[in-house]
């Protein structure tokens, strides 16, 4: 695509060369400097970037945040109870005296550990200690029994290791792993996210990079239209006043030129709107009157896909974005469904427990006592529970499929749509390509024609206004070739954004850091 070398001028000062943060990390040779500074520049101050970019940091967040059901925890409790009640017959005798009134005081730590795995096994190491007087244990030995407390104050000191593993509901790595796999699919269709806006924030920029290079070669041309009303104008003149013309053909001259400048203040409009627009999609804040440069052409950036649609459509369902966000939602909702699916399951756990329990007069004599016994205690059992309305539980199953449903649609709706879109872009290429070729053969023949009708003028064989026509005949033709030219680029700079290859076709590497390298390769 050539043509855009004809604004390959500078305009305005040279723009600084900052370093941008961005999430391109490795940049071609292949695009021009001038047009990297752009997009650099845009990526780093894009908006919409900005809030992807926050977006992904959020999601994963989630993932920590998920996988904090899975950290261990400890719990320290302390307690004091101090109670007063009747004594009932058994702790009369116990006490072998007649006290209306039993009390106790009773100072209780406990400490634990807990965790859960990812197969839904919970274990929790729990060990506690009771600190007890009571009218009982401060009862004084009967020196003709021998019988009395054997511990004052007594310390009861229990250790055990408890595992629940649920059989049914809540088994396995697919239910328990259930959240932080859907965290991180939101992570990846983040990420997805980021990357569709990568990829249109850069066609962007590269197209309206290249509509302020075609207002810069439009405003030549009709820059040099003027020129050619003013030679004209002299050379009427000069004729009229040595009798070969009449005024009648300065003043059409002279009106072409006025038509020409008005050309020429659209052309400036026209310019200063598209680097507004460069401005626009690259820039914190606008200030106005802001200089911007465009230097390099962008011509030889992208190069026009030569695949058949076919092999387009493979490559655009591996590479799009949106295609793979719309897939990644549908793997979500499977999640959700298996799930639901799992939750309709009766709840049976399998709780097994094992330890030792000590009693001494000490804190710590109580845990040596653990050494007195020779086997600990220990229990297994089953718990079982069910609701007796499963309605909501299958209700819940329905909605999970019905999502899954949906979502697969919609991954099938925009698999369509983009075919779709494919198939329009790449004829539009084609119409651009096409509409060069004539376009480019419309200039030839007006500037042939203009020549041959400059040369009957100074034969006498034609008049000037015919001329004129011929001059502003060319000035069309040139700029209908300089949009033809840009709507090439824009072409095929929306069939790569279609695809979801703009970048790795310019060679950038996207990743969702916030620190940017450049590397040419």
């Not at 965790?115 to 030995?141: C, F, H, P």
């Not at 106005?288 to 190069?303: N, P």
């Not at 099938?412 to 790449?426: G, H, P, R």
């Not at 119409?431 to 004539?438: C, K, L, M, V, Y």
């Amino acid at each position: 695509m050539p043509f855009l070398g004809l604004a390959a001028q500078t305009v305005g000062n040279e723009p600084a060369r900052e370093s941008a943060s961005a999430e391109i990390i490795k940049v071609s040779e292949t695009m021009s400097h001038d047009a990297m500074y752009w997009v650099l520049r845009g990526v780093e101050h894009n908006f919409s970037v900005q809030i992807g970019r926050m977006e992904i940091e959020n999601s994963q967040d989630r993932v920590n945040i998920s996988l904090g059901a899975f950290a261990a925890r400890a719990t320290t409790s302390a307690r004091f109870n101090k109670s007063e009640r009747a004594q009932n017959r058994q702790q009369f005798f116990a006490t072998n005296s007649i006290a209306p009134i039993f009390e106790e005081e009773v100072a209780s730590l406990q400490m634990s550990i807990e965790d859960r795995y990812a197969y839904g096994t919970r274990v929790a190491l729990t060990t506690s200690t009771n600190r007890i007087e009571n009218t009982t244990n401060q009862t004084a030995i009967n020196p003709s029994t021998f019988t009395g407390p054997r511990y004052f104050p007594e310390y009861q000191t229990t250790t055990q290791l408890q595992v629940v593993q649920p059989l049914l509901k809540n088994r396995g790595t697919r239910v328990n792993m259930a959240a932080t796999d859907l965290a991180r699919t939101e992570v990846l269709g983040a990420e997805f996210e980021l990357r569709s806006e990568f990829e249109k924030v850069i066609a962007q920029i590269l197209i309206a990079y290249a509509e302020t290079e075609f207002g810069i070669a439009n405003l030549r041309v009709k820059e040099d239209a003027v020129k050619l009303a003013d030679g004209l104008i002299a050379e009427n003149r000069r004729r009229v006043e040595e009798g070969m013309m009449s005024p009648i053909d300065v003043t059409q001259a002279e009106a072409r030129r006025a038509e020409a400048q008005e050309e020429v203040v659209g052309a400036r409009t026209f310019l200063a709107e598209r680097r507004n627009r460069l401005l626009e999609l690259t820039g914190a804040d606008y200030v106005f009157g802001a200089e911007v440069r465009i230097g390099s052409s962008a011509a030889g950036i992208l190069e026009v896909p030569v695949a058949e649609r076919l092999v387009l459509a493979r490559e655009m369902l591996k590479t799009n974005p949106i295609y793979l966000a719309a897939l990644t939602r549908a793997e979500a909702e499977g999640i959700r469904v298996a799930y639901a699916k799992n939750q309709l399951l009766p709840q049976l756990d399998l709780e097994a427990t094992i330890g030792y329990n000590g009693l001494q007069d000490s804190f710590t004599s109580s845990y040596d006592d653990f050494g007195n016994r020779s086997t600990p205690d220990w229990s297994v059992g089953l718990v079982f529970s069910m609701p007796l309305d499963r309605s909501a539980d299958r209700a819940q199953v329905s909605v999970a499929k019905r999502v899954q449903r949906q979502a697969l649609l919609t991954a099938k709706q925009t698999e369509i749509q983009l075919l779709v879109l494919l198939d329009n872009s790449v004829r539009e290429v084609e119409s651009a390509q096409e509409r060069i070729g004539f376009v480019k053969e419309s200039v030839r023949l007006a500037e042939e024609a203009l020549v041959a009708e400059e040369k009957r003028l100074v034969s006498g064989l034609t008049t000037s206004y015919n001329v004129l026509n011929q001059q502003r005949d060319l000035s069309f033709a040139r700029t209908r070739a300089l949009a033809a030219e840009v709507e090439l680029f824009r072409a095929v700079t929306q069939l790569y954004v279609v695809m979801g290859s703009l970048s790795q076709e310019l060679n950038f590497e996207v990743t969702t850091t916030s620190h940017v390298a450049m590397v040419a390769e």
